[in-house]
């Protein structure tokens, strides 16, 4: 008979402030003798390994795991499938496994990913997932404002919307924020500005991190030299967000 | 010259589960003088209460806020300018006060009626947010299954939505949550069945709790007796959430 396997938990670490993380994560982070997350870019930390490193001891495992910012399907699969295999050795010397990906876990997440590749190489595996703050939460906080109140209906568009998608969300909900807006900016504040929705547009940047920037009044700002991360914030409904 | 003003913290202390709550609203929590929290029902502890008490220490004021669960605007405002009143002697004393809220304190929260009713008495006080994990999240981490991937739109209806805005919902977005389902669960049960989604829509309850129930195949369940906080998950696009 041989040895149980180590379990695949999830964590999601928050958008950014270190403080952001929840303590159920950081117990399955202390916990855990491996520790896996998206390795840095040109020799700088990633997100999320900048947010649970000051957490780890010594004893503990480092698994940076390399996912590329691509769209190519088998480019993915390739690094999923090689990212699985990495932390598969791990489970199956019965050692746990604990991932750290910024924002949740659940929301437009690598981990979704990583989970699924482990379970297809080795179907035995339990995996949970520990929800964390998403970045539209935290942008709204910053922001001062409600996100959402009452009757308002949210949509989320993720990076890859059409302009097609965001008449259509605008014209459905109350809020709609875009995800990772930077690199369709000029286009979507053309579309604001001709529905006069400028003045109830915001976008955050670097969410809750040190070096956040907020935009509030977006028109001044027809170009925007946004970071990947940035995200923007609509209150279709009514001048004032508690409308 | 006046003693300054207390500032007014909200915090989001998460879905249920306790180790929900982030190492931020926790500090916060431990920092202030003053601990608000919306009053329990019916002699019972309310949710965000039961999450923080064991938090506290007994130097600290806990002041329960009654907010009544009804429609009618005039009730509502009354209940909420009491509540600012009662957080407000202690601010103009000078003391901090941190309101503890379920979920997210942006993200259809009492937290804003609140804020925005101590700003109208004592237009000076600074109001901070801490974001908190919230429902949808939660209940996506329960089920095990990723909320969005990729290019999935997401729509969040709160409380009082029409079925004709659900129909709406379930045409333009892959992910679609419907919050506090269970007034209006038969409807929806049967919009559901018309459009062969029962297969692919689970609903939560009591997410994250040690009495949390999950509901997973919905043909079975077109009546059910779900308690106020119930939330239900439909992914529209394919049959996988993955898809």
């Not at 499938?81 to 910024?102: K, N, P, W």
């Not at 969300?169 to 930077?182: R, S, T, Y």
Request: aromatic letters at 8%; proline letters at 8%.
């Amino acid at each position: 008979m041989s040895d149980p396997l180590g379990q695949l938990w999830g964590i999601g670490v928050g958008p950014g402030d270190p403080e952001l993380i929840t303590v159920k994560a950081l117990n399955c982070l202390r916990r855990c003798p491996v520790v896996a997350f998206p390795a840095g870019r040109n020799g700088r930390p990633g997100m999320a390994q900048t947010i649970v490193t000051p957490w780890l001891n010594p004893d503990q495992v480092q698994v940076p795991l390399w996912f590329p910012y691509v769209q190519d399907a088998s480019t993915l699969e390739t690094a999923w499938q090689g990212a699985a295999t990495q932390i598969g050795s791990y489970l199956r010397q019965g050692q746990d496994v604990v991932f750290a990906t910024e924002g949740d876990a659940s929301f437009y997440s690598t981990f979704t990913y990583l989970a699924q590749a482990v379970q297809q190489q080795q179907p035995q595996v339990q995996v949970h997932t520990i929800p964390g703050v998403c970045s539209p939460l935290a942008a709204a906080a910053a922001l001062g404002q409600p996100l959402t109140v009452q009757h308002q209906r949210l949509t989320i568009l993720p990076a890859m919307y059409t302009l097609d998608t965001l008449e259509t969300a605008l014209d459905q909900a109350e809020v709609v924020v875009l995800m990772k807006v930077a690199a369709v900016y000029p286009q979507v504040w053309a579309i604001l500005q001709r529905r006069e929705l400028l003045a109830q547009s915001r976008v955050v940047t670097h969410i809750s991190g040190h070096d956040q920037v907020i935009y509030d009044n977006l028109d001044n700002h027809p170009q925007l030299s946004l970071p990947y991360f940035s995200l923007l914030i609509v209150h279709c409904g009514q001048n004032h967000p508690l409308g």
